[in-house]
């Protein structure tokens, strides 16, 4: 699928299938399913996507074998934080040890907290931005940071910057001797030409738009307290995390859904399984390091939003309706030091696209968070 792999490939089908059944297999087990020897045909609710998300590789298993201590996860209540949190208890689990997993949030949205309980996660409600509660968070020695601001962000300058960029020095201050995977975003890079296989850690910063630009203050602060206080950190360029009720594919299959134009401007992307993210974020606390490292979190494919649309358009049956016409550039991430570091991804683009058109064509639920990765002016 798509205009491009970046990158050779070094893992069959049947491997990449082999490896996540075994983990689907135990989920299963527990849910009295048969098991599974292949990736699951259909998505079939909420409980078997969480399962899926939430399913550590052997790779979070041995790093947090390896690492002693607690895990805090500071803005745990997000779209990726409950299923990060959960995957972090069951990987502690699989290794036999003992530990705290700790979700850090408001919990702003009622009910959020019992879904972690369930799960094993502890839940401490805290806004991070005030420093008497900050205070009375525990001492861990391994924290996954991931609060921040996007939408709103134009409009609320001052709160994205207090939240992006403020809150980071912060965090450093009250846990010093802490390792620290945070969380960043692709945005912090330029568009590139769509022909490239998309930016590297090593090429320059320049954001565009405030909110990018508060998420590179981010990963500054982040560096300044990572050098000054040999704090270690990992800098995680996310970019885009994907799930049935989310993000840059679910955004495309639902304007096909329902009929919406799909304007193809912001021709290409970058879209990595949602399980696959958390599995590199924890295991990027593994390689935090002073001064920080840096990585781009990212699929192999660089999808063509048009060819996306169209195969969307023919499992629901429908024309997809197309507007505009492709940019040269586009924001593009090249996630290879990331496989190098933690493997390749195993879910392919092809299979998240059947997943996500079974689902929305039984009516699954939508977060109704649509991700506005063809936003070209940086204002979110
Ligand atoms: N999802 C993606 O595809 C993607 C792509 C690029 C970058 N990222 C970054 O990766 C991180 C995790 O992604 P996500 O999608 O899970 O983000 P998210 O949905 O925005 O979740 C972040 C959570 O942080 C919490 N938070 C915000 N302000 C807080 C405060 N003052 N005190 C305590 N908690 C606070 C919020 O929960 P409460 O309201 O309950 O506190 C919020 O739900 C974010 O930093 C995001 O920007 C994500």
């Not at 934080?81 to 949205?109: E, H, K, Y």
């Not at 420093?131 to 709160?159: H, S």
Request: charged share 20%; aromatic share 6%; with cysteine.
């Amino acid at each position: 699928m798509g205009k491009k792999a970046v990158g050779g490939s070094t893992q069959s089908n049947a491997s990449v299938g082999l490896r996540l059944a075994t983990e689907i297999g135990k989920t299963a087990e527990a849910r009295n399913m048969s098991t599974p020897n292949e990736l699951p045909q259909t998505i079939t609710d909420v409980a078997h996507l969480e399962d899926l998300l939430s399913a550590p590789s052997a790779g979070v298993v041995e790093t947090l074998a390896r690492l002693p201590g607690d895990i805090l996860v500071l803005g745990a209540a997000g779209k990726m934080g409950p299923t990060l949190s959960r995957m972090a208890r069951r990987a502690t689990d699989a290794a036999g040890i003992q530990r705290r997993v700790i979700a850090v949030s408001r919990f702003s949205s009622p009910g959020q907290e019992a879904k972690f309980h369930a799960a094993g996660v502890e839940t401490i409600q805290c806004d991070l931005l005030d420093p008497a509660q900050l205070a009375r968070l525990p001492d861990a020695p391994n924290i996954v940071y991931m609060a921040g601001m996007k939408f709103g962000a134009t409009g609320q300058e001052a709160l994205t910057w207090a939240l992006n960029a403020h809150l980071p020095a912060l965090v450093c201050r009250r846990f010093p001797a802490s390792r620290v995977a945070a969380f960043s975003t692709g945005n912090v890079y330029d568009f590139v030409p769509t022909t490239s296989s998309g930016s590297r850690e090593i090429d320059a910063p320049n954001p565009r738009g405030e909110y990018a630009m508060s998420c590179l203050g981010r990963e500054r602060i982040f560096e300044h307290f990572s050098r000054a206080q040999g704090t270690p950190v990992s800098l995680l360029r996310l970019n885009y995390a994907v799930e049935m009720r989310y993000g840059v594919l679910v955004d495309i299959a639902q304007k096909v859904f329902e009929g919406r134009t799909v304007d193809v401007t912001m021709g290409y992307a970058n879209v990595i399984w949602q399980g696959e993210a958390n599995a590199m974020a924890l295991q990027a606390l593994g390689h935090a390091a002073s001064p920080p490292l840096v990585v781009n979190i990212a699929g192999p494919e660089i999808i063509s939003v048009r060819q996306v649309a169209e195969k969307f358009a023919r499992r629901f049956g429908k024309a997809a309706r197309l507007s505009g016409a492709e940019s040269k550039d586009a924001l593009l991430s090249n996630g290879e030091r990331g496989y190098q570091l933690f493997g390749r991804p195993r879910v392919t683009v092809d299979q998240m696209i059947a997943w996500i058109a079974d689902w929305i064509a039984r009516g699954g639920e939508s977060l109704g968070k649509p991700t506005h990765f063809e936003t070209r002016d940086g204002k979110f």
